[in-house]
């Protein structure tokens, strides 16, 4: 009777194990990126060389997690680290350093970086985008298996023009009350994102790109945005079985909380995209699982994909390195590293499923450094 109580408990084990493994391989497949064609990232002695800048508030824990699970699991990554601050001026050494490092290497890992509101201060992330060329902005939303949250079965993928829109920088007062910005939308910077777009859905095995706008009212900027998403789909993409739709921004978010399993590729011009990628991140349970990267042609800058330094928790231990993990998993798949992705994917994912480093913002009581031993331990 032993022998068959113990035999029955190592059938369930096994089945459990086989069960969690199938969970793990359907939760998100890999992610093909396009474009960055002209991209050789440096490599001496069988290493790539990656910039690191960790970033403000919780960027040196997590970037910290992401070294040590890499040197547990053996990437062949060194880091070219640079402790740049988001308040650093547009003259500070270490940020010219910083860039002239990811222009040498052409691959960077980066947390987020603080953005001041006082006047005169550039964003550091809008002038790294726009001096390296780095146009698309990619934020993955899916659900976590062992996760609850208010939806399931949520898969879809944010992509967010970079480098115009609102986001160009152009403000100035015209006269003391009155202020007046620019938003700047042109034709071949929307031609490249829509390609961009529906390349990506191709890549991937994705059936759907919907276009997020607001061109019922701004009808120039976001009309030329729409129009034009809509003629290259037309001109060039109708063929392969991709479908097309557009929805206005304000009906996006309601439809994103109410149903947001009926998207699949969203691609949007940049203030859109940051507002659509943090309903996102609240879809699947916060910024600390939300992975992203930022990719241009001769660069590729991965990142978390919900853009929260979380200043209100540094140095207490207590942040969840999803993100940034997750996010250098799709490096790794940009530097054909995939045995690597697919060890520390899977490591990530079992943690999070068995439920025992759970960080707070999870609904756990697990701290950074256990979350980070635990994914070690599965890997």
Not at 27 to 56: E, F, Q, R
Not at 364 to 374: A, I, L, M, V, Y
Request: proline share 4%; with cysteine; aromatic share 8%.
């Amino acid at each position: 009777m032993l022998h068959l109580t113990s035999r029955l408990t190592a059938t369930k084990a096994g089945l459990k194990s086989a069960q969690l493994a199938r969970t793990l391989a359907t939760a998100a497949p890999p992610m093909s990126l396009p474009n960055n064609d002209h991209a050789n990232p440096t490599k001496y002695g069988g290493k790539y060389t990656v910039t690191l800048i960790p970033g403000d508030g919780i960027g040196q824990e997590i970037a910290e997690s992401v070294k040590t699970v890499f040197k547990a699991a053996a990437v062949p990554v060194e880091w070219d680290q640079y402790d740049v601050s988001g308040f650093a001026g547009s003259d500070d050494t270490l940020l010219n350093q910083g860039i002239q490092s990811l222009r040498r290497n052409k691959v960077g890992l980066k947390g987020i970086m603080y953005t001041p509101i006082r006047m005169g201060h550039a964003s550091f992330n809008v002038t790294l985008r726009k001096d390296l060329d780095i146009y698309a902005s990619v934020a993955s939303i899916n659900h976590i298996p062992g996760y609850p949250t208010r939806h399931e079965n949520v898969d879809f993928t944010i992509i967010r023009e970079n480098t115009e829109g609102e986001y160009s920088g152009l403000e100035h007062q015209s006269y003391p009350g009155v202020v007046e910005s620019l938003k700047i939308i042109t034709r071949e910077k929307t031609e490249r994102i829509a390609r961009f777009a529906f390349d990506f859905a191709l890549r991937n095995g994705r059936k759907k790109v919907t276009c997020v706008h607001k061109a019922n009212i701004m009808k120039l900027a976001d009309g030329l945005f729409l129009n034009t998403c809509r003629r290259v789909y037309n001109d060039e993409y109708k063929t392969t079985g991709i479908q097309f739709n557009d929805m206005i921004v304000d009906n996006c978010a309601m439809q994103l909380v109410s149903k947001p399993q009926q998207f699949d590729v969203m691609v949007m011009p940049n203030l859109y995209g940051n507002i659509v990628s943090n309903i996102g991140a609240a879809l699947v349970g916060g910024p600390g699982i939300v992975p992203g990267c930022n990719i241009g042609r001769e660069y590729a800058i991965f990142e978390p994909g919900c853009r929260h330094v979380a200043k209100d928790i540094q140095g207490n231990n207590t942040a969840n390195p999803t993100s940034m993990l997750l996010s250098s998993v799709m490096m790794l798949r940009h530097l054909n590293l995939h045995s690597h992705a697919d060890n520390i994917y899977q490591a990530v994912y079992k943690t999070i499923k068995d439920g025992t480093a759970k960080t707070p913002d999870m609904g756990g009581q697990g701290s950074t450094t256990k979350f980070t031993s635990t994914v070690i331990g599965n890997l």
